[in-house]
């Protein structure tokens, strides 16, 4: 007799924590997140472009899990490289980071074909794709709320600090762009 299914419950806290660790061990999606927020803004503003991020990653990645539209990882994983450079560049010359919801939102879209790469590497039982999809969402999401947490006192801290600003902005910034672009050259050149 062929196994029974998996229950609700336990693929709930499967792809719960399958997206808490994509999150914490993607240092592309960590270092995206860090630029994203190194400049401080209003903790409403903050959650806004990391929920934002969240919501728009979750639609690209139902569709690809739900085979509407795949795009090949060649083509998503170096603009996902490139996300990040650009997040770096941009630090140089964002005046209000309140805005920045709108840049997260738009490069949510492609990250979410990513995250479907991670996911496409495990089983999803047919009837559970809805509850899988919906708890790596929330998994995704509070692994960022918990990396927040850690990411906005510390640039909180340094902000305030004279020996770091704007030095340290910028050498944080110029290493998330020359990372993204190494990141970018790596994923060309070996894909």
Not at 14 to 39: A, K, S
Not at 56 to 75: F, I, M
Not at 87 to 98: L, P
Not at 117 to 122: D, R, T
């Amino acid at each position: 007799a062929p196994a029974p299914p998996p229950s609700h419950a336990s693929v709930a806290k499967e792809f719960f924590v399958l997206g808490v660790e994509h999150i914490w061990t993607g240092i592309d999606h960590i270092v995206f997140l860090l630029g994203l927020v190194m400049l401080g803004g209003k903790m409403t503003d903050l959650l806004k472009t990391v929920t934002a991020f969240t919501v728009s990653h979750s639609v690209t990645l139902a569709l690809a899990v739900l085979g509407v539209v795949a795009p090949s990882p060649d083509l998503i994983e170096p603009v996902i490289a490139l996300s990040v450079a650009y997040v770096g560049i941009e630090n140089f010359f964002v005046k209000d980071t309140s805005k920045r919801w709108r840049i997260a939102a738009a490069f949510g879209l492609i990250h979410g074909f990513g995250f479907a790469g991670a996911l496409g590497e495990v089983a999803l039982p047919k009837p559970s794709i809805p509850v899988a999809l919906a708890m790596f969402n929330v998994g995704v999401e509070a692994g960022q709320l918990v990396l927040l947490l850690g990411i906005v006192p510390l640039f909180v801290f340094l902000r305030k600090q004279s020996w770091f600003t704007p030095r340290g902005m910028w050498a944080v910034s110029g290493a998330i762009v020359a990372v993204g672009l190494f990141w970018f050259v790596e994923r060309v050149a070996f894909a």
